[in-house]
């Protein structure tokens, strides 16, 4: 035996194999290695950005939200240095005009009236500044009015601190209230599961809310990473399709205040239509799942974000109930919030199982045959009825009637149309259509002896001279000579 070391991305695998066949067993698969993730359990997408070039000047134009979205050290440290700069430079300017006025020399002659009194060196000018910024006002250093220039330079002082209070303070009051942290109390199951629910293969995870505060207008939302190519041969690594999670039927928007099992039904219209136990041993996806809602306390937009991989979607497991009702109020266990049990699922996919179930039912072909055969009779209908409108005149008239060989074929397609209909029925009944008795010939009799029977009535009703000149069922006898004539001319 040797040991065959091979690298996946950052984790090894050992892969054993077998110098010679001997009796020994076939040796067990590897696990497959840990494959990089397109977006971290806990929300974080795993892109970096690099060779932008001239691009880079598009932070700086928008150097706001750059500072919010730096990490929370390197905003210290911008926030520390930037008040230290400004401290520094106006504490200079104001050492600058006591220089230059000559302050500093006669800072302790009583009858000289100084820009500033009480600065006479640097460290003071320092604490004359912090003074004036922070609104302190110890009273022993002020502003006199024998100086113009540090009257304008007050003014700017304050204009200029005002701007670095306003756009320092507001950058960490939004990094530390960012929604970003309302998602860390908003949770999602470590694995996804799939089994049967309301009779149809259904893919599940779980959501649930840690804090009392709800999240208001949540809505739920999936997307399915996937590598695929395009009939062109162009390859796509990472293709999103959606993941149809009640969008329909309203189902994604979520009232969040006890945990949540969302489903997606496999069906026709899924991408995981193909998707059977047997193939997720080789399949690689990543299910990207994003929560969005209002945070309640401070109306901020809020999103949490998850992933599971084919690695963490379970096969025929189902999720522990979680809630429990208590005296007075419904009790949440999230130590199950995680917990699944194995459930009976077919292995097969929603296209092996709808495959299966055409080829189990044996009625779908004849059924198709008889509706092609009937379409057939009536083809031959429409095109027998032209054959005979374009018949001569003496022989419509041999035939009695224009359109008899439409009502002949009409009686045709009629007898067949019965004998597809007897194929249909249960064996029973169609033991007692066969029977003699019950022939179709026994049946045109009766319905010709119920046609005449009105007819005789008819007759019986007339009044005794019309029923003597009828003569029973023919009235040509009695009639006149001359009309006998013309009933002739008319049928011949």
């Not at 000559?102 to 000289?112: C, E, I, M, P, T």
């Not at 302190?136 to 002020?142: A, D, E, L, Q, V």
């Not at 041999?398 to 074929?409: A, M, N, S, V």
Request: glycine share 6%; proline share 5%; with cysteine.
């Amino acid at each position: 035996m040797s040991a065959l070391r091979r690298k996946l991305g950052d984790e090894y695998q050992v892969v054993s194999t077998s110098a010679s066949g001997g009796g020994l067993p076939p040796p067990r698969a590897a696990p497959r290695g840990k494959r990089q993730r397109f977006v971290d359990k806990n929300g974080r997408c795993n892109v970096q950005h690099g060779n932008l070039g001239g691009e880079t000047s598009r932070y700086l134009s928008d150097l706001f939200t750059t500072l919010v979205d730096l990490k929370w050290r390197w905003n210290l440290f911008i926030f520390i240095l930037t008040y230290t700069v400004a401290w520094l430079f106006m504490a200079s300017m104001w050492w600058v005009i006591a220089y230059m006025r000559g302050d500093l020399n006669k800072a302790h002659d009583d009858s000289y009236t100084p820009c500033v009194a009480n600065v006479y060196n640097f460290p003071s000018a320092f604490l004359f500044f912090i003074e004036t910024e922070a609104t302190i006002g110890y009273g022993y250093r002020y502003i006199t009015d024998k100086c113009p220039e540090g009257i304008i330079l007050f003014l700017f002082q304050s204009i200029l601190g005002s701007i670095v209070d306003a756009f320092l303070i507001g950058c960490m009051f939004i990094k530390m209230s960012q929604p970003k942290k309302r998602a860390e109390t908003l949770m999602f199951s470590e694995h996804a599961a799939i089994s049967m629910r309301d009779g149809k293969l259904t893919l599940m995870f779980r959501v649930g809310n840690l804090r009392n505060s709800h999240m208001v207008s949540a809505q739920i939302r999936c997307k399915l990473l996937k590598s695929r190519q395009t009939p062109e041969g162009e390859f796509l690594p990472l293709d999103q399709l959606e993941l149809d999670v009640g969008f329909s039927t309203g189902a994604d928007q979520l009232f969040l205040v006890s945990p949540l099992t969302i489903c997606h039904v496999i069906d026709a219209k899924s991408p995981f239509y193909d998707l059977s136990q047997r193939s997720m041993q080789t399949e690689q996806f990543e299910i990207v799942v994003i929560l969005e809602g209002i945070v309640e306390t401070t109306g901020m937009t809020c999103q949490a974000r998850t992933s599971y991989t084919e690695d963490e979607v379970l096969w025929g497991h189902r999720f522990f109930p979680v809630i429990s009702l208590e005296e007075g109020f419904f009790k949440v266990d999230y130590s199950q919030f995680h917990a699944t049990f194995e459930v009976p699922t077919p292995p097969y996919s929603v296209k092996e199982q709808e495959e299966m179930l055409l080829m189990s039912s044996p009625l779908i072909a004849p059924a198709v045959s008889n509706s092609k055969e009937r379409n057939n009779s009536v083809e031959c209908l429409d095109g027998l009825d032209e054959v005979g409108t374009k018949l001569p005149s003496k022989l419509q008239k041999i035939t009695g009637r224009e359109d008899f060989p439409k009502k002949l074929l009409r009686m045709s397609s009629t007898t067949s149309e019965k004998a597809y209909s007897m194929g249909d029925l249960p064996m029973k009944l169609q033991r007692i259509s066969s029977v003699p008795g019950n022939s179709e010939e026994k049946l045109v009799s009766k319905t010709t002896k119920m046609m005449s029977d009105p007819i005789s009535q008819s007759v019986a009703d007339l009044p005794p001279k019309l029923q003597k000149l009828s003569g029973g069922s023919r009235m040509e006898g009695n009639l006149p000579p001359k009309l006998r004539k013309m009933n002739s001319d008319r049928f011949t």
